[in-house]
C-alpha cells in the first residue's frame, strides 16, 4: 500500500479538530506529510544559508508517495480531493516550505486538472501516471518580467508558432518554483497571431530548454529553485497542448489553497519554534522560564488565535468545495480570501515570534528570521489583497438580500 494506516496520529494546529475528526483515510495522508516534514527539516538551515536549491529534499519528496497524492486511484495515485491536499500542506510545510511549495504547485495542477478534466484525457493520464509511479514534479509557468503577474491580465511574450504536428515554443518565464527537479511544465503561451493563449506541457528534457538560476538571493524561499526557465524554439507536439477555454473554478481554487495551506504552515512552524525557546530560555535574572512570563504567553495566544481563525476559515472552505461541488463557483472569491488571511496570518504569527524571542530570534540560532522571511512570499502569489477583497465585496452585492 503506497499509505500505510499509522497507529496515531497528532495534529499541531490549533482549531476544534483532533485526531478522531479525521477519517482514516485523512490520517493516513496527514502521517505522511508529517513524517517528509521530520525527514526534510534537519536540511533546511543549510540550504538556506547557501542560498542552495533544495535538492535532497525535493529527491525525498519524489521518492515518496506525497506527489500522486492528488492522482485518481486508477491511475496509482489516492485520489485526494482539495480538503485532504489542504491537511496534508499543512503538514508538509512546517518541515521545509521551499520544498513545500513545490508539492503544492504540483497538488494545484494536478488536482485542478482531474477535478474539471480540463485537459485532453490521453495527456492528463500520462502525466498522472509519470507523477505516482515515479514521482515526477509538475508546475505552471505563466509569470513573465514584462508581463508581471499573470492574474492581471496581459497575453504573454512567449509565443507558440504553429508548424506541422505541432508548435514551437519561445519565449521565458520567470519564477518557476522548483524548476531544477521538475519533470514537466505547463507553458502560457499565445498562439502565434491569435489572441487566444494556450498552455503547452514541456518535459523538462526537452531540447531548447534552459534553467537560469536566479533566484539564489531572494530574500524568500532561497532553497527553492525558482528559477527563470527559456524556451528557444522547443517543440510541442499537438497532443500535448492545453486548448484555450473559460475560466476554470477548480484552477484558481486549487492554487489559492495550496498556496494559503503552504504559508499557513510556515506561521505554525514559527509558533512551535517560539514555544520551544520559551519552554527552555531561562534567564538567570528570572530563575525560571519566560513561557511562565504573562507577556509571553499573551503573545502565544494572540499568534494561536491569528492562525487558528485562518485554519479554520480555509479548512471549512475547502471542505465544501470536496464535498459539494455544484457550490464551487460561488466558493472561488471566498478562498482568494482564505489565501489573504492565512499569508497574512503567517506574517504576523512570523514577526510576533521574533518580538517574543528577542535578539536570539535574529540570529540563526532559532529558525525564526528564516521563517520571517519565508512567511512573506506568501504577499507576491495572486491574488493581492485588493482584489480578494474586492472579488469577495462584488460577490457578496451580487447576491442581493
Known amino acids: 500500500m503506497l499509505f500505510a494506516q499509522p497507529k496515531t496520529v497528532k495534529l499541531t494546529w490549533m482549531t476544534a479538530l483532533t485526531p478522531a475528526d479525521l477519517s482514516p483515510r485523512e490520517a493516513r495522508f496527514v502521517a505522511l506529510a508529517r513524517e517528509l516534514a521530520r525527514e526534510m527539516a534537519p536540511r533546511v538551515d543549510a540550504n538556506d544559508r547557501a542560498s542552495r536549491f533544495a535538492l535532497e529534499n525535493h529527491q525525498t519528496l519524489s521518492s515518496s508517495a506525497y506527489p500522486a497524492l492528488v492522482v485518481p486511484e486508477a491511475l496509482g495515485g489516492a485520489g485526494a480531493n482539495l480538503f485532504e491536499f489542504v491537511l496534508a500542506q499543512l503538514e508538509l510545510a512546517q518541515g521545509d516550505a521551499s520544498t513545500a511549495l513545490t508539492a503544492a504547485m504540483t497538488g494545484h495542477v494536478l488536482g485542478s486538472a482531474f477535478e474539471s478534466l480540463s485537459w485532453p484525457q490521453a495527456l492528463l493520464e500520462q502525466v498522472g501516471r509519470e507523477v505516482a509511479l515515479r514521482g515526477a514534479l509538475v508546475n505552471a509557468v505563466a509569470s513573465e518580467s514584462e508581463l508581471g503577474s499573470p492574474s492581471r491580465g496581459g497575453r504573454p511574450q512567449t509565443v507558440a508558432r504553429p508548424v506541422s504536428g505541432g508548435w514551437r515554443l519561445s519565449g521565458r518565464k520567470t519564477w518557476a518554483t522548483g524548476a531544477p527537479a521538475l519533470s514537466f511544465f505547463v507553458v502560457s503561451a499565445g498562439m502565434g497571431g491569435e489572441e487566444a493563449t494556450a498552455r503547452f506541457v514541456v518535459q523538462a528534457d526537452a531540447v531548447g530548454l534552459r534553467l537560469e538560476p536566479t533566484w539564489q538571493d531572494a530574500l524568500s524561499l532561497r532553497s527553492s529553485g525558482a528559477f527563470d526557465v527559456v524556451f528557444e524554439d522547443v517543440w510541442v507536439e499537438d497532443a500535448w497542448t492545453i486548448a484555450p477555454g473559460p475560466p476554470n473554478p477548480s484552477s484558481s481554487g486549487w492554487f489559492w489553497a495550496a498556496v494559503a495551506a503552504t504559508y499557513l504552515g510556515v506561521g ?45 476559515l480555509l479548512l471549512s472552505l475547502t471542505r465544501q468545495w470536496s464535498e459539494h461541488p455544484e457550490r464551487r463557483s460561488s466558493l472561488v472569491s471566498a478562498l482568494g480570501t482564505a489565501k489573504m488571511l492565512c499569508v497574512n496570518a503567517a506574517i504576523e504569527a512570523t514577526d510576533l515570534a521574533l518580538r517574543a524571542a528577542g535578539g ?16 512573506r512570499a506568501g504577499l507576491a502569489h495572486p491574488p493581492s489583497e485588493d482584489v480578494a477583497l474586492e472579488k469577495l465585496g462584488e460577490a457578496r452585492l451580487e447576491r442581493g438580500e
Do not use: K, N, W
Request: aromatic share 4%; with cysteine; hydrophobic share 50%.
Open 268 to 312: 505554525l512552524a514559527a509558533l512551535e519554534a517560539l514555544c520551544a525557546y520559551a519552554r527552555e530560555r531561562t534567564p538567570t535574572a528570572l530563575g525560571r522560564p519566560i513561557a511562565t512570563l504573562p507577556s509571553i504567553r499573551r503573545t502565544v495566544g494572540r499568534i494561536e488565535l491569528g492562525l487558528s481563525s485562518a485554519q479554520a
Open 360 to 375: 536570539a530570534a535574529l540570529t540563526r540560532a532559532l529558525p525564526l528570521e528564516r521563517l520571517f522571511r519565508d512567511a
